[in-house]
């Protein structure tokens, strides 16, 4: 036990050395922007899977709270000059004060009925940020003015900086994520996941414990909103709020297995990876050939491994801890 | 009569409504779906009629909101799952 310690935290340090030189050795900002992606992507399956994951609420509205967080900075930076640092934080706290209605209304709820009220409530926003122009751009979105160099604002004109951005972020929600899987929280969000009624019996408060992980969950999704429009200088409802961001949360924690510290992580690498492979490769010569391609790989993940790659790969372990001859 | 042009995500516009029309009338209830079916019709134009053009819909996900808020299990009742 000791030893295997030891060497996880040996595999961290070198992976974090590694992310943190990666902008340094690559130069072609394509390679950059995929980085970024990835590291975006990760780290809102990761906010994600706190609530999906652990709890096994299957959220498809945390566009919602993307949207939320995206449009409050946005807000606060062009009409009252405030930073979209403190915007990120503001966004995240606008978040959560949405999450707590829409919480009481879909946690009532159970499975399909929970999904689609979550959907539901995504789409409403959506539509409420289109349709009243006063509240934001409308339609029309806005592009955020740009302002060269100004890391207060933050605006970069290197690529990099984004990238030690969004890898913060996801230090930050995978910290958070290792502090409550290791706490009574975590415990009770996974007795939540197995088995609601039966957490209940034994006394889990399991309203309480779901508020607060959602909780915390649009706080972090706000977050990446805000980074994400910052990133591509450019807001409006359909992307703030689109359903695909919902569906990618979910999907690369599915595929890398939900419930687990590293799943997201590891199912946007493949993910996002195969899909900007696929494109290079296949979307020159027979256009839309990637989409399917990327499709049956989906499939086939799910459909064979659906407790995700982690998954996969903790078994693949504890088979070769079998096969070796034990060891004190 | 055509409503929409031949595209390959013409799929998302109904799946959705699907969707909704299945949960908001109790899943495993054909009547029900029937019956919610028609209902999001109704709210989606007088949506379209009294809100705007672009966002009729809003009027459906408030009242499949609304529904659950008071009706956890869709309307069609039946037992709680």
Redesign the interface.
Known sequence: MQGQRKWNALLLAAAVIILLVLPLVVKSSFAIDIFIRILLFSFIGVAWNLMGGYAKQLSLGHAAYFGLGAYTSTILQIDFGISPWIGMIAGGVVAMLASLPIGW?CF??????FT??T???A??LM??F??FRDLAWG?EGTTIPNLGNAPLMVQFEAKAAYYYVALGLLALGLAITYRIEKSWMGYYLVAIGEDEDAAEAIGVNAPRIKRDIYLISSFLTAMAGTFYTQYIYFIDPATAFS?NISIEAALVSIVGGIGTLWGPVVGTVLLETTSTLLQSWLGGSIG?VQLTVYSLILMAVILWRPTGLMGLATEAYQRYLRRRPARA | MPFYSAY?FVGQVFV?MA??AV?LGT?GNVIGALIASLMMGVAESLGIQF??A??G??VV??M??LT??FK???LGGGRA?
Request: proline share 7%; no cysteine.
């Open positions: 209304l009532r709820l159970r499975g399909p009925y689609i009220a959907i539901a409530t789409q409403a539509l409420i289109l349709k339609a359903f839309g | 390959p959705l969707f909704v949960v899943l809100v705007g672009d966002s819909q809003i996900f408030a499949l909101l659950l808020a956890p299990n869709g799952r």
